[in-house]
Every structure is written in structure tokens, then in C-alpha cells.
T-cell receptor, first 114, second 109 residues
Framework: DTEVTQTPKHLVMGMTNKKSLKCEQH?????MYWYKQKAKKPPELMFV???????INESVPSRFSPECPNSSLLNLHLHALQPEDSALYLC?????????????FGSGTQLSVL | EDQVTQSPEALRLQEGESSSLNCSYT??????LFWYRQDPGKGPEFLFT???AGEEKEKERLKATLTKKESFLHITAPKPEDSATYLC??????????FGPGTRLSVLP
């Protein structure tokens, strides 16, 4: 199994809603990532978990809250989002969190905030 | 500050018309340069990793090369299914990936 699975594929939410994005991998990877991608722009790193511990938070607003319940799962909890948060949210994993570790990406969740 | 640029921004080719995409980078202590392909509404798909100047890698119609300042992705006799956005990313010492803005490739039948 070489897949990173993300759910849901599409999400529409209001600014007062609370929702969660889910990501799962069964490749035994020990690093997992959340990226945000706006249309026609490259992915921007949000968070990195290494061995289930948050190792990098790229100054992301607190309305985004990551969680890593175990080595296979990664969640992104969303609360009080703004319309400018609408984007494709990508989860990725890698064998480790060191250098030269290629990333395996999921298909993403297309989020629209109304 | 680490920077990655890609050119052209968009490229339209006829089927069978070979061309090259460019990725230029400014980074201290390059540890790896990665090429990804991304289809609309999908996550990037890994293509190649290059580690040192002079290195080349091939996969089907794609060939990636690396110099000290840039990388090229050569596409030989492309087909419509090669249409996608091609992203390059660099990784320096202890750093996470820095992605370039991508090249949107369209191959017309």
C-alpha cells in the first residue's frame, strides 16, 4: 500500500463551523505533513509531525489545529475559518523527517469557506 | 533565503514536440532536488530526486538533469497524458522542502 488517503475530498463550511480533515497512511512512514495550496501556487508547508510529535509549525493561525493520534493518522481541526482559508489542503508522508526523504502526497481536500 | 523559480510559467506543445522545463534555485547546501507532477485537483506525484551536479535520471519520456544552479526536465515526444503542472522542490541542510511555482504543461493532440 503506497497511498496516502485523505477525507473528505471536498468540504464546504461556514465561518462559524467546526470541521476536521483526516489523513491516513499505512506505509510505516514516521513523518507526516500538512500543506496548503492555493490555485496556481505551490504547496505551502503548515505543520510537520515526526514520530507523532509536532516538530514544525510554520506560524499557522490557531484556527488550524493539527493532531496526530498515532503513526498512521493525521487530523487537521478547523474552527472559525475565514474565506481566504479556502484552498486545497494536502497531507503528505515520508519515511523519516530527515533530508532526501521524498514526500508521498494524498489527493487533498478542496475546502471552501463561505 | 532559499529560492526556487521555474520557467516557463506555462507551455503548450503539440504531441511529439520535445521541450525542456527549467528549475533555477538559490540555496545553501543543497541536499536534494525533487521533481513532482501534479494533475488538477490532485496531490503532487513524485517523479525524481537528484542529489549532485551532473546527475541524470530518466522515466519513460522524462529525463531530469542537475547542475549547480538549475535543473532541467526534458520531455521527449510528449503525449496528451503528459499534460500537468510540473513542480520542482529543493531541500537544504536540515530544511524542509521549498517548492517552485510550477510549469503548467499542455500537450495538444
Amino acid at each position: 500500500d503506497t497511498e496516502v488517503t485523505q477525507t473528505p475530498k471536498h468540504l464546504v463550511m461556514g465561518m462559524t463551523n467546526k470541521k476536521s480533515l483526516k489523513c491516513e497512511q499505512h506505509m510505516g512512514h514516521r513523518a507526516m505533513y500538512w500543506y496548503k495550496q492555493k490555485a496556481k501556487k505551490p504547496p505551502e508547508l503548515m505543520f510537520v509531525y515526526s514520530y507523532e510529535k509536532l516538530s514544525i509549525n510554520e506560524s499557522v493561525p490557531s484556527r488550524f489545529s493539527p493532531e496526530c493520534p498515532n503513526s498512521s493518522l493525521l487530523n487537521l481541526h478547523l474552527h472559525a475559518l475565514q474565506p481566504e482559508d479556502s484552498a486545497l489542503y494536502l497531507c503528505a508522508s515520508s519515511q523519516g523527517a530527515g533530508v532526501n526523504e521524498k514526500l508521498f502526497f494524498g489527493s487533498g481536500t478542496q475546502l471552501s469557506v463561505l | 533565503e532559499d529560492q526556487v523559480t521555474q520557467s516557463p510559467e506555462a507551455l503548450r506543445l503539440q504531441e511529439g514536440e520535445s521541450s525542456s522545463l527549467n528549475c533555477s534555485y538559490t540555496v545553501s547546501g543543497l541536499r536534494g532536488l525533487f521533481w513532482y507532477r501534479q494533475d488538477p485537483g490532485k496531490g503532487p506525484e513524485f517523479l525524481f530526486t537528484l542529489y549532485s551536479a551532473g546527475e541524470e535520471k530518466e522515466k519513460e519520456r522524462l529525463k531530469a538533469t542537475l547542475t549547480k544552479k538549475e535543473s532541467f526536465l526534458h520531455i521527449t515526444a510528449p503525449k496528451p497524458e503528459d499534460s500537468a503542472t510540473y513542480l520542482c522542490a529543493v531541500q537544504a541542510d536540515g530544511q524542509n522542502f521549498v517548492f517552485g511555482p510550477g510549469t503548467r504543461l499542455s500537450v495538444l493532440p
